[in-house]
């Protein structure tokens, strides 16, 4: 892999200002892609987490032979760049989705350098192994990796990858803030992931460590000894007398004597004292990360490893049921679906591994019930029935919540139920809640005016009570399909359909509208073409790119097949469908639904973020949304091996991003893609033009270029962004919350935009006391505050259970500024002895043992209503797998 060359856009005042409330930082590796502009042929957090992953799927898929395929050989990996794609193709079959896996290896990355980042651990020693600080930046070391595995059998694997990303953070930096590479050693520390070996020969507080250096590279300024020590950063702790500093621009303790420093960050001396070996510290924290990895396989076993990383190309199955007394032959189309996809999917690539119910009624929800085992799942989804009744609304936003709160990111969610909600409070939480997640969440609803049994209403009731349900899907990229009992079973079939990582296709215009022609585009990557039609539908038809058409009437036609139930209707179209631009037009009563969608292999993911290029860590700062007023980048990573196509062939490419108002489509602009590092890892960015940024508002994304066919390819992201009206950053503790504890809890709100006068509300489920010094501020432009929460942990808080807090700021009465949400999660645990990690056989790395297998895990949660680095010539190639074989040593 070469170094990416792309030219980095003048930082505006806001970014300045961001720089600014960023600032002191202690320092480490960089952390991602983005930080090689400012230091290019340097290795990252980044480099180092993703290819270490990469490096330990590989070895669980060539010691796992995948069933009913032939085993992986080492040698067909050896001497190339190891890709996802790649290796899903190869176990999996052709064309089996790695999305979901990048996404999951994106979001440890993003945990890792968020650390840089984070209030609470940007300057913390401890977490970067800085100031000599080495037994406790064990410790903490060794206590991430135990939350993590904590959370990954809890089920919830968003902390699990947040935990994982904090753990190899700290452990990569130790690598390259501490004086082991200068020691001569060329193995990753014995004994820093197994603390039951004490730490041997440290420096202590009095012995010198560093001679002065006045130039920018210092490559013999550690004195001769051989003891084990590390720089120090900034003022705090203060720097002691003969000791080195981490050193750099960014460091003030580099300009106290002893000068200069020994961090080897990066490759510029400008940055790293040491750089001249920076590579060795990459390699020695590459193959620590290794270990990281299979340390955690070891203990979570296959399957819970895998989950942790999304290692599958399947979808997760997420029901959320009204359990009602007229629910019944909803309750029944759902169990219908669900025993269906697990007796057609055992065994196969495309199991889920992930299984989510949460009932609901009124006034109880939950609990959430959460396996890996399908069995189980089926077993819990069997004993619900549609008992007793109360009157509509039902808690089903609740419910909703709750299932996205456990339901893995890129999941679809099936809510089934004929009531409107009663907690419609909650719909703008659960629509960010959603857009965090990336979750899609579709509402199957049955309103059938014959019935006169089981459903009463205490009062008449309005026609827009669905309202909630419609901006949830809207947010969420899913859709509210209305039907009637007798056809939910076969509408229901939609489930199945969902969850094969079918890709919307964008249609122009977007707005739907009775009895105007709409186009989408069909390029050669696609399969399975389907369209869904819906709503109060008089008629319609649906054109080729040759100008053959087909009707809505049923049966087969020249295009494909039409199944109608009730007022929905499915039409599936002949293999291969014809590439070029297709037509449809409704004639309907209303605004008809109209969705087209199919299988693919290429698609994309995305996230946004700031480039911060005058600090300690260039790189992009991650944000979830972009914030009104601040200068954005957007990342697209595409995804799939349609995108690299075959030796010789032209390459699909991706030319710009359209941005689209949501929902009415009209166009906000068109921004040139640039690329990133080389071409097979499908990175792209653009900046988000100053138009987009001026107002809070949703909008679109979609991708527009051209296929090898020199065909139009377009490619719709699935949910809609929201451009958020301030910066709200929520953090906590690095390390668990001990029941009866109170833990500090750090808020940040900023406005880039204009005056903001808004109130600050805070929620924590389960229930859990909170108190803060900030309960409502007004910022005018440019303008920032922080404030202090304190979470109290009852004694009688669950130990290994989830605690999720949500602060959101609001407007006033008269405001019409969106409200915005920031999520956290932290874990409850009790204190454990720091060679809890251990197995009790285990002395030290067992890189070489194959992991066991455990059984699938189940985990039932109470509710809380009661209710229930790119690299050299050996980055990034398969070389270094060798190491985990045993084939060769380093």
Known sequence: MLPMVVPLSLLGPPVLLLMQLLLPFTSAFFPNIWSLLAAPSSITHQDLTEEAALNVTLQLFLEQPPPGRPPLRLEDFLGHTLLADDLFAAYFGPGSPSRRFRAALGEVSRANAAQDFLPMSRNDP?????????????????????????????????????????ALHALQDFYSHSNWVELGEQQPHPHLLWPRQKFQSL?????????????????????????????????????????????????????????????????SPGFSPHHMLHNQAAKLAFLASIQAFNLLRNRLGDRGFSRLLDITPASSLSFVLDTTGSMGEEINAAKIQARHIVEQRRGSPMEPLHYVLVPFHDPGFGPVFTTSDPESFWKQ???????????????????????????????????????????????????????????????????????????????????LRFEPYEAVALASGGEVIFTKDQHIQDVAAIVEESMADLVTLPLEPPSMAPGRSHTFSVDGLLQKLTVRV???????????????????????????????????????MNEPPQTGTWEIQVTAEGTPRVRVQAQTSLDFLFHFGIPMEDVPHPGLYP???????????????????????????????????????????????????????????????????????????P????????????????????????????????????????????????????????????????????????????????????????????????????LDSVVMVTVTAVGGEASTVPPTHAFLRLLVLAPAPQDQLVPAH?????????????????????????????????????????????????
């Open 126 to 166: 401890d977490l970067h192994f800085d100031a000599e600080r080495l037994g406790q930046g064990r410790m903490r070391l060794v206590g991430a990796l135990r939350e993590t595995l904590v959370a990954a059998r809890a089920l919830d694997h968003t902390l699990a990858r947040q935990r994982l990303g904090a």
């Open 203 to 267: 420096a202590q507080v009095g012995d010198p460590t560093c001679s002065d250096c006045e130039e920018l590279s210092c490559p013999g300024n550690l004195l001769g000894f051989p003891l084990l020590t590390s720089g120090y950063f900034g003022t705090h702790p203060p720097k002691p007398p003969g000791k080195c500093s981490h050193g750099g621009h960014f460091d003030p303790s580099s300009s106290q004597h002893p000068r200069g420093g020994i961090n080897k960050d990066s490759a």
């Open 381 to 463: 989804l069997n004993e619900l029935h549609a008992l007793g009744g109360g009157d509509e609304p039902e808690m089903c936003l609740s419910a909703l919540e709750l299932a996205l709160l456990h339901t893995p990111p890129l999941s679809d969610i099936f809510v089934f139920t004929d009531a409107s909600p009663k907690d419609a409070l909650l719909t703008n939480r659960v629509e960010s809640l959603a857009q965090e997640q990336r979750c899609r969440v579709t509402f199957l609803v049955t309103e059938d005016p014959s019935r006169v049994q089981g459903r009463a209403r205490r009062e008449v009731l309005s026609p």
């Open 534 to 572: 819906h709503g109060q539908i008089s008629s319609f038809w649906i054109s080729n790119p040759a100008g053959v058409s087909q009707g809505q009437e049923e049966g087969e036609g020249p295009l494909g097949h039409t199944h109608r139930f009730g007022q929905f209707w499915l039409v599936t």
């Open 623 to 697: 944000l979830t949304q972009p914030v009104a007023g601040l200068q954005t980048q957007l990342l697209v990573e595409v995804t799939g091996p349609g995108f690299r196509g075959s030796p010789g062939e032209s390459r699909p490419h991706f030319s710009h991003v359209v941005l689209r108002g949501v929902p009415e489509g009209a166009e906000l602009g068109r921004v040139p893609l640039e690329p990133l590092g080389p071409p097979e890892r499908g990175l792209l960015s653009a900046s988000l033009p100053p138009t987009l940024l001026s107002t809070p508002r």
């Open 699 to 798: 909008f679109s994304l979609e991708l527009v270029g051209q296929d090898r066919g020199r065909q139009g390819l377009h490619r719709a992201a699935p949910q809609p962004c929201t451009v958020l009206p301030v910066l709200l950053e929520l953090s906590g503790p690095s390390g668990f919350l001990a029941p009866g504890s109170k833990a500090p809890l750090s808020l940040h709100i900023a406005s880039f935009s204009g005056p903001q006068d808004l109130d600050l509300r805070t929620s924590v489920n389960p229930s859990f006391a909170v108190t803060s010094n900030l309960s409502r501020v007004r910022l005018g432009q440019n303008e920032s505050a922080w404030g202090r929460l304190w979470l109290e942990v009852p004694d009688s808080a669950a």
């Open 842 to 890: 285990s002395t030290g790395p067992a890189l070489t043992t194959a992991s066991p297998t455990f059984g699938p895990s189940t985990l039932v949660t109470q509710d809380r209503a009661g209710g229930g680095m790119v690299g050299n010539s050996w980055w990034g190639t398969v070389g270094w797998v060798l190491f985990l074989l045993g084939l060769a040593t380093y």
